[in-house]
């Protein structure tokens, strides 16, 4: 079964579209090329931000990681991962991977996405329920995000990835895009408003696995709450 990918964005409730793209499974990332070493390990830990979360499993939270990086240093991880991955699974440069890397060029020290129990369980509950009916989309996304829309979220979006297992394919795979012409998904990744997520991996019926990561964008401004 060819993994699916499907976006959708929406601000203050609009309609969105919903895109579906069939790709060839990639090889998972292997050990011969080795990315890490370029990263500061200090920046790595600060990055991973959603290390202590009892909400998300190991993959789950490596997702958050390498989107966060991608949006922190945007050159570097073209260099590192994007350059490793393309190499590790034999893909050739072509308008897409052309386009990424010119897009990560531009991007620089993005705020970090900060997993949110709310988004959390939104996407649980949307991969869990795709998964057992074998279904692709964003079904009921406005029934899902109305009583989180104004507060705390004035914007939010969703990926749904479907056929990887990995972070590093789900992540890659969004980011690259191939065969969407908005590119909603990578926008949705590297949108500067966004600075919360919740991701979730579940079994899906005819996919083996599905992935979806929801974003959101809410004010952190601690300036107008009282101290005490």
């Given amino acids: 079964m060819k993994p699916v990918r499907c976006m959708l964005s929406k601000l203050e ?5 919903c895109l579906i793209l069939i790709l060839v499974l990639p090889l998972p990332l292997v050990a011969q090329s080795n990315p890490w070493p370029a990263w500061d390990a200090d920046v790595v830990t600060a990055l991973n931000t959603a290390a202590d979360s009892e909400y998300l499993n190991e993959e789950e939270k490596k997702v958050i990681l390498f989107m966060n990086m ?3 240093d945007g050159p570097l991880f073209a260099k590192t991962f994007l350059t490793a991955y393309m190499q590790e699974n034999q893909l050739e440069r072509n308008s897409y991977t052309k386009s990424l890397q010119k897009d990560l060029k531009k991007i620089n020290e993005l705020v970090a996405l900060i997993p949110e129990e709310d988004l959390i369980a ?3 509950g949307h ?3 795709s998964g057992e009916k074998g279904t692709t989309g964003h079904s009921d996304f406005k029934k ?7 507060k705390p979220y004035n914007h939010v979006g969703e990926n749904c990835s479907y056929g990887y297992e990995q972070a590093i394919d789900i992540v890659i795979s969004l980011l690259i895009d191939e ?3 908005s590119l909603g998904h990578r926008n949705n990744i590297l949108a500067p408003a966004f600075n919360s997520i919740g991701v979730a991996i579940r079994p899906h019926k005819n996919y083996r696995t599905n992935c ?3 974003f959101g964008s ?3 401004s601690a300036m107008n709450e009282l101290p005490y």
């Fill in 144 to 150: 899902r995000f109305e009583p989180y829309m104004g």
């Fill in 13 to 17: 409730m609009m309609p969105g579209i």
């Fill in 212 to 214: 979806v990561m929801d």
């Fill in 122 to 124: 939104i996407a649980q």
């Fill in 70 to 72: 991608a949006r922190h």
């Fill in 218 to 220: 809410m004010d952190r």
């Fill in 179 to 181: 065969g969407i012409k």
């Fill in 127 to 129: 991969a869990q329920k």
